[in-house]
């Protein structure tokens, strides 16, 4: 079982569409849901066309780290769980970019998250050092609203005011 450590930044979404460079990328497509079980996270995905499920610790915990494992599984199987056991789900597209020297995935949302965009790295520990990319704007590790989780059953877009 790994450990997921991870630091979450708003985007902004003027500089983020205004590089010229970033419509070259192909995102992933991304669809996935949960369901939870006490302190377990079961969250189904499908990433274009790969299935996976994965289970993670809740976050109540710690907000930087917690356990994770991911187990891939058919698209069929995912589409069926998706479908069948997650009430709510997320749509994104992910691009995952180079930037100040560590991978970054940023995550645009759509559908009922359309207009939020959110970075995010993972780190090898929950004090190692690293430079914030040009297109953040704040930090929002620990703020429970913009996981995914969250998102599913309060989306974006029925938020009433935005910080």
Known sequence: MGLEIERKFLVDSIKWWNEDWIHKFHPQVIKQGYVTLGEILIRFRTVDNKGVVGYKQTREDNLLSRK?????????????????????????RRYRIFQCEKWWEVDVF??????????????????????????????????????????????????????
Do not use: M
């Open 110 to 163: 759509d559908g009922e998250n359309s207009g939020l965009i959110i970075a995010e790295i993972e780190l090898e520990s929950e004090d190692e050092k690293f430079e914030i990319p040009w297109f953040a704007k704040k930090e929002v590790t620990g703020d429970k609203r913009y996981y995914n989780e969250y998102l599913v059953i309060n989306p974006f877009k029925k938020w009433k005011v935005v910080t």
């Open 68 to 92: 994770e494992f991911e187990q891939e599984i058919s698209n069929k199987d995912a589409e069926h769980c998706l479908e069948n056991f997650c009430h709510s789900k997320i749509e994104k």
